[in-house]
């Protein structure tokens, strides 16, 4: 069964201090792995990824994707109080002739002041 | 470009009535997901339209969930009766193909269902 895993489940930290959130996967046909970030309700999209090594990056956010060892991962630096969020990975992929995406659970992150 | 839309933002029913739920997704999106969430998890799918026809249904609880996509734009999703396990996030998304077999995926703000 194609799964999507994260950890931790759970973070705190102080705002300044860099964060990785990891994102494992084992899913048939695998295409792409999407990073959204989740305030209140709607998820937001943050990055696309569809190669290995090749990293994306926006502002003090960075995700790259390996591949081969079947994860990723979303770093923050200098966290901001504004960076508190559910952070969720989905994998797409095709399947059954259409294109699905299964999500992770989520890591929660709380930067506090 | 505009994004998702959907209504009501919030919903507060009791158990065993009915309820429905409305998404316009982003224009020229041929596939359309409803998502559900639960507190603490991550979507779930309940049913993802190409067009006006259902590629997915399987985790749709059909003995209470229906969904239609009329002319292939605009969708709603329905729950009747509801019971108490129903109150959760429901999400709707659209995607888009960015290159070859990639398709992007955008979301609505979701509807919070609350079920008293």
């Known amino acids: 069964e194609d799964k999507v895993v994260q950890s931790p489940l759970s973070l705190v930290v102080h705002e300044g201090d860099t964060v990785t959130l990891n994102c494992s996967y084992e899913?048939?046909?695998?295409?792409?792995l999407l990073w959204y970030k989740q305030e209140k309700k709607a998820p937001t999209f943050l990055f696309m990824l569809?190669?290995s090594g090749i990293e994306k990056k926006s502002g003090r956010l960075s995700s790259i994707l390996d591949k081969k060892e079947l994860f990723s991962i979303l770093n923050i630096t200098a966290t901001q109080t504004g960076d508190s969020a559910v952070y969720l990975c989905?994998?797409?992929?095709w399947g059954s002739g259409t294109y699905k995406y299964i999500f992770g659970t989520g890591t929660r992150l709380k930067v506090l002041a | 470009e505009a994004g998702v839309a959907q209504s009501p933002r919030y919903k507060i029913i009791e158990k065993r009535q009915s309820v429905a739920f409305w998404c316009n997704p982003i224009?020229?999106?041929?596939?359309l997901y409803w998502y559900q969430q639960i507190l603490g998890q991550g979507p779930k799918l309940l049913i993802q339209?190409?067009?006006?026809?259902?590629?997915?249904d399987s985790q749709l609880p059909k003995d209470r969930f229906s969904a239609e996509r009329l002319k292939g734009v605009d969708s709603t999703l329905k729950i009747q009766p509801a019971k108490l396990e129903d109150s959760a996030v429901y999400l709707c998304?659209?995607?888009?193909?960015?290159?070859?077999?990639?398709?992007?995926?955008?979301f609505g703000p979701g509807t919070r269902l609350t079920v008293l």
């Open positions: 998304a659209s995607s888009t193909r960015t290159s070859g077999s990639i398709y992007e995926q955008f």
């Open positions: 224009s020229g999106h041929a596939t």
């Open positions: 989905a994998s797409g992929a």
């Open positions: 339209f190409q067009n006006n026809g259902v590629v997915d």
């Open positions: 899913v048939t046909n695998f295409r792409s």
């Open positions: 569809t190669s």
